[in-house]
C-alpha cells in the first residue's frame, strides 16, 4: 500500500511541479524548437509527468497555427508517453500529415516511430522489419541523421538481445563519427556500448566510458542518466568480483527505478542484483530480486533473454527446498517466457539455457525424473561432435601428409637431376639452341619478316641474352624488360619478340626461370648458402620479398624451398 501511495504522491507532486513550470516558464513564449528541447530534457532526463503536458502544449500550439510540419511532430512527442495502442494512433497521425511534407524525412521517420514503439512493447520482429524498411528509405534520400538512428536502433535491439560484437562496432563508430547526432543522443549510444563492453569482458575500456559518463552526468545534474552510468558501474564491479560496492550502489538504483514500473532499467537493475548476490552467496536474497522480476515481466510482458538465467535458479532454488508446488509454478512460467522469447528471437542465433531446455523442463513438469536420460543424450552428441572433429583432422594430417611426400619425391628427383648432369650440359644447350633458332627461322621466317626484326638483330640479342645468363646478371635486384633492353641497347618490341620466340616464355617467366634454376643448382653444391634463411636467398637472388621468391620456387618446381632444402641435407648427411 505505501508503494502505491508513494506513487500516486509522486505523480501528484510532478503535476503540481508542471503547472509551475508552466506558470513560471510561460510556454507560450517558446518556439516550437525550444518546446522540443524542454520536452527532451523531461523525457530522456528526468522522466517526469512535465513532457506529457509539454507535448500536449506542441501540439495544441501547432493546430492552432494550422502548421502541419509541427502538428506532425506534435503527434510524434504524444507517442512517447500513450499506450501502445494509442501510440499506434498517433503515429498514424503523423504519416497522414506527412504525406504533404519532406521527403527526405519521410516515410523513414514514420518506420523508425514504429520501430522503437514494437521495440518498447517487446514485439522485436516487428521493431527489426520496421527498422529495415526505415533504413532503406533513409538510405534512398541519403539522410545522413535517420541512417545513423535507424543502425543505432538496430544495434540496440542486437545488444538488447546478445549480440554484443555486432551491437558494439556500430556503437563505437557512432559515438566518435556520429557529426549529426546530439549529446544527449551521444550518451544513451555510450552506455549501450558499455554494456556490450561489459558482455564482451572488455572491462578496460567499459571502466574509462563509464568514468566519463558519471562526470558528465554529475555536471550537467542529469540525475536519471546518472543512475544508469551508476547500474552500469555495478555491472562492471559484478564482473570484477567487487560485490559489495556494486550492492551499495544498485540499492541506490533499485530506489530511483522502482518509481517508474515501465521502465526497463528496474528489470536491469534487479537481475545484475540478484547476481551479484549469488557471487555473496545469498541465496535468499537472489530470490527475491528475481520474484521482483518476475513480478515485473508479468504486468508489463517485457521480455529478454536473460529471463532463462532467472528461472532456472528460481526452479533450481526450489528444487533444493524440496518446495515442488512452487518449483513446478515457476517451471510453467518459464516455459511462457521461453515460448516467447523463441517467436521473438527466432531469426536469431540464442544461447540456450546451460542446466535446461524447454524439451527438458516440459518432461520435468511432468514426473521431474529425465535428467539422466538428457544427459546421456547430450553426452552421445558430445561424443558423435568429438568423432567427426577427429575425423577432420585425420583426413587433413592425411592430406598434409601425402603432399609432403609428393613435395620431398619432386624434391628428390630434382636433386638427382643436378648432381647427374655432365659438364657438356651448357655445350648440348647450345646446340640445342643454334638447332631451334635455325629450324624456327625457316618455319616462322614469314611471321619474322612481318614483325620486321632484322636477322642480325636477332643474333646479336640472342648472344646478349647468353651473356646475361652466363654472367647471372638476371640475380640483380630490380631487373624488367624495360632495364635489360637499356643494357643491351635495344627497344623492349625486339627484346620480347626474341624471348617469347627463342625462349618460348614471357620475359618474366624467363627471368624467374633463370632464378630458380640458378638456386636449385647453388643450393645443391654450396652448404653455407643452405645455411641462409629464405629471406636472404630470396634477396641474393633479386627477389623483393620472399613470398615471391617461394611463390615463383613453387610454380617452377612443384615443391617449395623448405622442402627441398631439407631433401639435400638428408642426401649429404648419408
Do not use: W
Amino acid at each position: 500500500m505505501m508503494k502505491l501511495i508513494s506513487i500516486i504522491l509522486l505523480l501528484l507532486s510532478n503535476f503540481i511541479y508542471a503547472q509551475k513550470i508552466i506558470e513560471n516558464d510561460s510556454l507560450k513564449k517558446y518556439s516550437f524548437l525550444d518546446l522540443k528541447i524542454k520536452f527532451d530534457n523531461y523525457y530522456f532526463r528526468d522522466k517526469t509527468y512535465e513532457s506529457k503536458l509539454i507535448a500536449k502544449y506542441f501540439l495544441q500550439k501547432a493546430k492552432n497555427e494550422r502548421n502541419e510540419s509541427q502538428i506532425a511532430d506534435g503527434y510524434m512527442l504524444m507517442q512517447f508517453d500513450a499506450t501502445f495502442t494509442d501510440a499506434l494512433k498517433y503515429i498514424d497521425s503523423v504519416n497522414i500529415y506527412s504525406t504533404k511534407l519532406d521527403k527526405k524525412v519521410y516515410p523513414a521517420k514514420i518506420y523508425l516511430l514504429r520501430g522503437n514503439l514494437y521495440f518498447k512493447f517487446d514485439y522485436f520482429k516487428q521493431a527489426l522489419d520496421s527498422y529495415i524498411l526505415a533504413l532503406r528509405y533513409a538510405k534512398e534520400n541519403k539522410n545522413e541523421r535517420q541512417i545513423a538512428f535507424t543502425e543505432l536502433n538496430i544495434a540496440f535491439l542486437q545488444n538488447y538481445i546478445g549480440k554484443y560484437k555486432e551491437a558494439a562496432k556500430t556503437f563505437r563508430y557512432y559515438l566518435y563519427n556520429g557529426k549529426a547526432l546530439y549529446n544527449i543522443e551521444r550518451s544513451q549510444i555510450q552506455q549501450n556500448l558499455v554494456d556490450a563492453y561489459i558482455a564482451l569482458n572488455k572491462l578496460d575500456s567499459a571502466k574509462v566510458l563509464i568514468k566519463e559518463g558519471i562526470q558528465s552526468s554529475l555536471k550537467n545534474k542529469d540525475k536519471y542518466n546518472y543512475y544508469k552510468y551508476l547500474c552500469l558501474q555495478s555491472y562492471y564491479n559484478l564482473k570484477t568480483e567487487n560485490y559489495k560496492k556494486a550492492v551499495s550502489d544498485l540499492l541506490l538504483c533499485k530506489k530511483y527505478f522502482s518509481t517508474d514500473p515501465s521502465d526497463l532499467n528496474i528489470n536491469y537493475t534487479l537481475f545484475v542484483l540478484g547476481k551479484t548476490y549469488i557471487g555473496l552467496h545469498e541465496k535468499d536474497k537472489t530470490v527475491q530480486n528475481f520474484i521482483e522480476i518476475d513480478s515485473n515481466i508479468q504486468k508489463t510482458n517485457n521480455t529478454f533473454p536473460e529471463l532463462r538465467e532467472v528461472y532456472t535458479y528460481l526452479i533450481d532454488y526450489y528444487k533444493e527446498k524440496n518446495d515442488k508446488e512452487k518449483q513446478l509454478y515457476y517451471i510453467d512460467r518459464f516455459l511462457k517466457v521461453d515460448q516467447k522469447l523463441d517467436e521473438q528471437f527466432r531469426y536469431l542465433s540464442v544461447e540456450l539455457p546451460k542446466k535446461y531446455d524447454t524439451p527438458n523442463l516440459l518432461q520435468e513438469k511432468e514426473d521431474l525424473i529425465n535428467d539422466l536420460k538428457n544427459r546421456k543424450k547430450n553426452l552421445y552428441i558430445s561424443i558423435s561432435i568429438l568423432l567427426l572433429i577427429l575425423l577432420l583432422i585425420l583426413y587433413l594430417y592425411y592430406k598434409a601428409k601425402k603432399t609432403a611426400k609428393e613435395h620431398q619425391k619432386i624434391a628428390q628427383e630434382l636433386i638427382h637431376n643436378i648432381e647427374n648432369k655432365n659438364s657438356k650440359s651448357s655445350d648440348i644447350k647450345k646446340e640445342l639452341i643454334e638447332s631451334k633458332i635455325s629450324e624456327q627461322t625457316e618455319a616462322e621466317g614469314e611471321n619474322k619478316a612481318t614483325k620486321a626484326v632484322p636477322e642480325d638483330v636477332i643474333q646479336a640479342l640472342i648472344k646478349e641474352l647468353e651473356d646475361f645468363e652466363n654472367k647471372e646478371d638476371f640475380l640483380k635486384n630490380g631487373i624488367t624488360l624495360a632495364s635489360l633492353a637499356k643494357n643491351i641497347k635495344t627497344n623492349t618490341a625486339y627484346l620480347s619478340e626474341i624471348i617469347n620466340t627463342y625462349k618460348e616464355k614471357n620475359f618474366t617467366t624467363y627471368l624467374n626461370d633463370l632464378r630458380i634454376d640458378y638456386v636449385l643448382r647453388r643450393l645443391v653444391k654450396d652448404k653455407k648458402f643452405r645455411s641462409y634463411k629464405l629471406t636472404a636467398i630470396a634477396e641474393e637472388l633479386g627477389y623483393n620479398n620472399v613470398q615471391a621468391f617461394s611463390t615463383a620456387f613453387k610454380k617452377k618446381t612443384g615443391t617449395t624451398p623448405s622442402i627441398y632444402i631439407k631433401e639435400i641435407e638428408k642426401t649429404t648427411t648419408h
